[in-house]
């Protein structure tokens, strides 16, 4: 599928023909020209000539079925990955990626292993979603929820992570609420700043994982450019601009970053009123191990303690590599 070259084809139509167009793309989710059929059928063919719908797709489901990763073949042969996650509640949560790859080099993370590519384009972050839509519409149900919690850096792709944002909340298209979109950074300040000025109901996750800049800096290479004192201060501003508590991502890992004292140091750095955190067992990439359930649990009370809000994130996906951290395209060479 290259959507990009849809809308090179669409450029000189009429607008009405193109939000046609689109709204079957993106609003029914039709996989192939031949089911539009207000358009004349010779458009249709043209269509066809020129641009595929199908997208190109390994899926994995897990055994319990509530996680699917779906593999997904770009035009240039590169492959990312996007989950999806059934909670028991009705939601359907899809993971998107937004870069092959990563540069930002956080220890615990299998996508940092391998580097950054490149950008996807918008076209190629909304195929994700658009992957899911197609499934779930197969069984009268539909997209829910998106959290840019795959694989990439969001604020590295910025424009095209909020042109998808848009798509994704516009009514005319998927029409999801963009309360039901999440953007987790691991804090590139400046992504921050500017998200604060969008104007967006999104929802915006930090990846802390660790409230010193000692702890910090030694697993996420990103603390030297920006330590905590000017995260949390970016941190702080939007939530003044935007009014919605952030979401604190905090990897529990073994002895690193689990201790009472991590809590003490976590309620000196953030306000339980603008904070509340989510607590992300370690799915293991090699370096760390796992925080001991115990400890997990303990951690948790003395957080709730001091006034915060303490979600714990459910595993999904771990069978079939789709857990948090664990997105990986290894199969580069197929
Ligand atoms: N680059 C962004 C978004 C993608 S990572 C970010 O870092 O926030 C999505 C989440 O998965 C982040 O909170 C990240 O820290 C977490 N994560 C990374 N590796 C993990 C692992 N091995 N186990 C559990 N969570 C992990
Ligand atoms: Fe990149 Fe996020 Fe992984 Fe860090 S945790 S390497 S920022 S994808």
Known sequence: MNLERLKEVLEGMPAFREKQIMQFIFKNFVEDFDEMLSLPKDL???????CSLKIIAEEFVSDNKDTVKALISLEDGEKIEAVLMRHDDGRNTVCVSCQVGCPMGCAFCAT???????????FEILEQVLFFARYLKKEDSSVTNVVFMGMGEPMLNYDNVIGTVRMLNDKNYFNIGARHISISTCGLIEGIKKLAEERLQVNLAISLHSPTDEKRGAIMPVN??????????????YYEKVGRKIMVEYLMLDGVNDTGEDVENLAKLLSKERFFL?????????NFSPSKGPNVKKFKELLEKKGFTV???????????????QLVTEDKED
């Open 44 to 50: 249709r063919e043209e269509l066809k000539g020129k």
């Open 112 to 122: 940092g292993k391998m580097g950054l590519t490149r950008n996807l384009t918008m």
């Open 311 to 325: 979600t714990q994130r459910y595993r999904f996906g771990r069978g079939i590599k789709a857990a948090c951290g």
């Open 224 to 237: 030297a450019k920006y330590p905590l004192k000017v995260l949390v201060e970016a941190l702080n501003d």
């Open 278 to 286: 989510n607590l992300i067992l370690y799915n293991p990439t090699g």
